[in-house]
């Protein structure tokens, strides 16, 4: 590991805890490493495990004085920065270091333009105002890669795209020229060609500015890609470290090795195929652009677009591509929950023209798992009263055997029936998933839309969830549209594929096809983007 003497950034025994007496919870407990100009070093490990809690300790940033620092200590150039007095803290954050966070539509302001986002860290920071500031924010949107800087100026955030975004939150952090940037999970909620271009562009600076990065993720494929060294964390504390061909090569600790081996296995060989269970031809769900006092509709948002596919009993069929692409509005098109025109087929019986009021008895056969668990989770329901709502709205068995089904379902979902008088928010969010496919299986369902319900996951339990999907669909032989923009986690599952781009399919084939011998310049694109190669798709 880097000498102490030769580094920027030494943090020694670092301990973390909240609340006092016998409510105090650690979240960080004998946490050290080191930090030296260039270097890149990724901390890694699952939710909960002290990653963000440890970088924001750095900064100052955690909830004082609920927040307290049992022990440890945070040296930047040789001077203890933890407990810091406030001035001193502020002369540091921006000035000498950076933060990048995770999610940069809740870190920018919805009401300011990204020139006065931006700007007011020179201004606050540096005293830089007038013509040189806007020069200034000029070259760092520049120098991040932001298409059109000029005309951009004005934008709100909600006017950017999410790997947009994420550039103008770089931007800012590199305002004042740091020495260290610390990126917390910069890319885990975009598409894979844009984490693509985040990672590359993240490398090129840390190259062109001599700067160090200290990169917190829990995806250990990215680490591969540009971290120097690692460090393991579970429970708050690190149970590995080291250079990371040596982690990758020898991992020592079983933790470790656990997550090197949580990446979902490759599918195995495919259910017997059944019958047809649902099926599309030339589906199109298209938006009207209406302007006018009258509100006329001048032309059409086309968000699915001619889309037709078959999916038979006991086999899935992943539906890939980035945000926008139209991968969620034909899930819900196909399940008649928003307009559609086209023919779509259940069980051989066209269901395109039934009245809404006579669909009811069929969504029963047809559910969906989505994104969000927590978001589509009632938060006033007990999981028994989420997971018997179906139940009850379908008119299915009386109390009692509502009840045997509810404990059935948990039970198949590897939970144990005892949760059931529990509440969503005391679970974690795999735990939640699990809730969600529950509610969608004690119905006995034909078909189910998973709409990305592991992206949201850290990789271990991705792959349970992954593994789950499996026995439940071997068990039942059911029927999967699968949506996601993980291909790694699509290529566990589906044995057909289709790839999306502007509400149209580009490719379409057996999953092994596509995978191995993509023929489309945009699927091209994707498969090395998955790879967390900079690759621009055409």
């Given at each position: 590991m880097t000498d102490p003497q030769d580094s920027l950034l030494v943090i020694s025994d670092l301990g973390v805890a909240f609340g006092r007496g016998a409510s105090q919870a650690t979240a960080a407990k004998g946490?050290?490493?080191?930090?030296?100009?260039?270097?890149t070093l990724a901390l890694v490990g699952e939710s909960g495990s002290g990653k963000t809690v440890t970088a924001l300790s750095i900064l100052g940033l955690l909830p004082y004085p609920l927040a307290h620092h049992p022990a440890g200590s945070i040296r930047y150039r040789g001077e203890e920065m933890l407990n810091a007095s406030e001035e001193k803290l502020r002369r540091v954050r921006g000035n000498r270091i950076g933060m990048v966070f995770q999610e940069p539509m809740t870190s920018l302001n919805p009401l300011h333009n990204i020139e006065k986002q931006v700007g007011e860290v020179l201004e606050v920071h540096a005293g830089i105002t007038g013509d040189a500031k806007r020069k200034r924010v000029l070259e760092l949107l520049s120098l991040v890669g932001l298409p059109d800087v000029e005309k951009r100026l004005g934008a709100l955030p909600h006017e950017l795209s999410g790997g947009q975004r994420q550039r103008v939150m770089i931007a800012m952090a590199l305002a004042l020229n740091p020495d260290i940037l610390i990126a917390d999970e910069p890319t885990t909620a975009l598409d894979v060609t844009i984490q693509a271009q985040i990672l590359e562009l993240l490398r090129d600076l840390k190259q062109?500015?001599?700067?160090?990065?200290?990169?917190?993720?829990?995806?250990?494929?990215?680490?591969?890609?540009?971290?120097?060294?690692?460090?393991?964390?579970?429970?708050?504390?690190?149970?590995e470290q080291g250079r990371v061909a040596d982690i990758f090569s020898s991992p020592q600790h079983d933790y470790t090795k656990r997550l090197l081996a949580a990446q979902p296995k490759p599918k195995a060989e495919a259910l017997p195929a059944g019958d047809e269970i649902i099926a599309a031809e030339n589906l199109k769900?298209?938006?009207?652009?209406?302007?006018g006092i009258i509100r006329r509709t001048v032309d059409h948002i086309k968000a699915v677009d001619g889309v037709s596919f078959s999916i038979a009993a006991g086999r899935t069929l992943g539906v890939v591509g980035e945000s926008g692409s139209g991968k969620t509005t034909l899930g819900m098109g196909l399940l008649r929950l928003i307009g559609s025109e086209g023919v779509i087929r259940f069980q051989g019986e066209c269901i395109?023209?039934?009245?809404?009021?006579?669909?009811?008895?069929?969504?029963?056969?047809?559910?969906?798992v989505f994104q969000d668990p927590f978001g589509s989770l009632s938060p006033r329901l007990s999981v028994g009263q989420i997971v018997e709502e179906g139940l009850i709205v379908h008119k299915l068995g009386a109390a009692s055997e509502r009840d045997d089904r509810v404990a059935e379902a948990l039970r198949e979902v590897g939970l144990d029936p005892a949760v059931r008088h529990r509440y969503p928010h005391e679970f974690s969010g795999g735990q939640r998933q699990r809730i969600a496919i529950a509610r969608a299986i004690v119905l006995r369902p034909k078909f189910l839309v998973l709409d990305e319900p592991t992206s949201a996951l850290d990789v271990s339990v991705q792959a349970q969830i992954v593994d789950l999907l499996r026995d439940l669909q071997a068990k039942y032989s059911l029927a999967y549209m699968f949506i996601s923009h993980d291909l790694r986690v699509v290529r566990a599952l589906a044995d057909t594929l289709i790839v999306m781009k502007?509400?149209?399919?580009?490719?379409?084939?057996?999953?092994?096809?596509?995978?191995?011998a993509p023929q489309d310049p945009y699927t091209k694109a994707l498969m090395a983007a998955a790879l967390h190669l900079a690759v621009t798709p055409s």
């Open positions: 946490v050290s490493f080191s930090l030296r100009k260039g270097e062109r500015l001599g700067m160090a990065l200290l990169f917190i993720t829990h995806d250990l494929t990215i680490v591969r890609q540009i971290a120097d060294t690692v460090c393991v964390m579970k429970d708050g504390a690190i149970v769900v298209w938006f009207p652009i209406r302007r395109d023209n039934v009245p809404s009021k006579n669909l009811r008895s069929l969504r029963r056969h047809m559910q969906i502007d509400g149209t399919v580009r490719e379409s084939g057996t999953a092994e096809q596509v995978f191995t």
